[in-house]
């Protein structure tokens, strides 16, 4: 009698090293809620920074200033490694080509405008006048335009990836994702008359990223 011998049926090989999309979507999670808590803890123990007249990225000024250009990079990586996890997940569907892509447009302005700092002014670091500095330096310059071309590439994502929501039915999510990039883009015009409202706007966008991540990954999960 004869013995048979069967194999076992193939399976489809893995690739080592290769993170899973939900893992890589913590980093878009993370991103915002991170950076907005590390330069809130900054903003209220560190001598003379004020919310009212001071910008987030002058932190990364004076003798404690690597601190935060350090959450400016580690934002920057997270926000790259969730732009990864985008893309995996929503890979053929709807917002999956340029969703990703500005979502990486914006995780790499956070990188330049962490090494290249913002100009001092408004009074911080303490002795700097309270006026800002007449002309820009270059350091400065592209702390700005690093920023605002971030900043545009989140508001333009937020209205592609809406896309995925529409198409599962979630219109509330949909709605609320093509319609926050207009506070957004109000606060910042009105930074020219208070640096509040460029504040608000810049955490309404970080955050709502982390929202629209957190959905993503959850019914990506189910």
Same mark, same amino acid.
């Given at each position: 009698? /004869? #013995?048979?011998?069967?194999?076992?049926?193939?399976?489809?090989?893995?690739?080592?090293?290769?993170?899973? =999309?939900?893992?890589? +979507?913590?980093?878009?999670?993370?991103?915002?809620?991170?950076?907005?808590?590390?330069?809130?803890?900054?903003?209220? /123990?560190?001598?003379?920074?004020?919310?009212?007249?001071?910008?987030? *990225? #002058?932190? *990364?000024?004076?003798?404690?200033?690597?601190? #935060?250009?350090?959450?400016?990079?580690?934002?920057?990586?997270?926000?790259?490694?969730?732009? =990864?996890?985008?893309?995996?997940? +929503?890979?053929?569907?709807? &917002?999956? /080509?340029?969703?990703?892509?500005?979502?990486?447009?914006?995780?790499? *302005?956070?990188?330049?405008? &962490? +090494?290249?700092?913002?100009?001092?002014?408004?009074?911080?670091?303490?002795? /700097?006048?309270?006026?800002?500095?007449? $002309?820009?330096?270059?350091?400065?310059?592209?702390?700005?335009?690093?920023?605002?071309?971030?900043?545009?590439?989140?508001?333009? =994502?937020?209205?592609?990836?809406?896309?995925?929501?529409?198409?599962? &039915?979630?219109?509330?999510?949909?709605?609320? $994702?093509?319609?926050?990039?207009?506070?957004?883009?109000?606060?910042?015009?009105? *930074?020219?008359?208070?640096?509040?409202?460029?504040?608000?706007?810049?955490?309404?966008?970080?955050?709502?990223?982390?929202?629209?991540?957190?959905?993503?990954?959850?019914?990506? #999960? &189910?």
């Amino acid at each position: 009698m /004869t #013995q048979t011998l069967t194999t076992p049926p193939a399976t489809a090989p893995t690739r080592p090293g290769r993170a899973p =999309a939900p893992l890589l +979507l913590t980093g878009t999670i993370a991103a915002g809620p991170v950076f907005l808590g590390a330069g809130l803890v900054q903003g209220l /123990t560190r001598d003379g920074f004020d919310f009212t007249r001071n910008a987030l *990225s #002058q932190l *990364s000024l004076g003798p404690l200033g690597w601190i #935060q250009v350090g959450f400016f990079l580690l934002a920057g990586l997270l926000t790259l490694a969730g732009a =990864a996890g985008l893309r995996h997940t +929503l890979r053929g569907g709807p &917002g999956g /080509t340029w969703g990703p892509r500005l979502i990486g447009v914006f995780g790499l *302005s956070f990188l330049i405008a &962490g +090494l290249f700092t913002a100009d001092p002014g408004a009074g911080f670091p303490p002795g /700097t006048p309270l006026t800002g500095p007449v $002309t820009l330096s270059g350091h400065g310059a592209v702390h700005m335009a690093a920023g605002m071309i971030g900043y545009l590439a989140l508001c333009a =994502a937020f209205p592609v990836l809406a896309r995925s929501f529409a198409a599962r &039915g979630e219109r509330g999510w949909a709605t609320a $994702t093509r319609l926050v990039p207009v506070p957004v883009l109000v606060g910042f015009a009105a *930074s020219a008359a208070t640096v509040a409202a460029f504040t608000a706007a810049a955490a309404l966008g970080l955050l709502w990223l982390t929202a629209v991540s957190c959905r993503l990954r959850a019914a990506g #999960q &189910g």
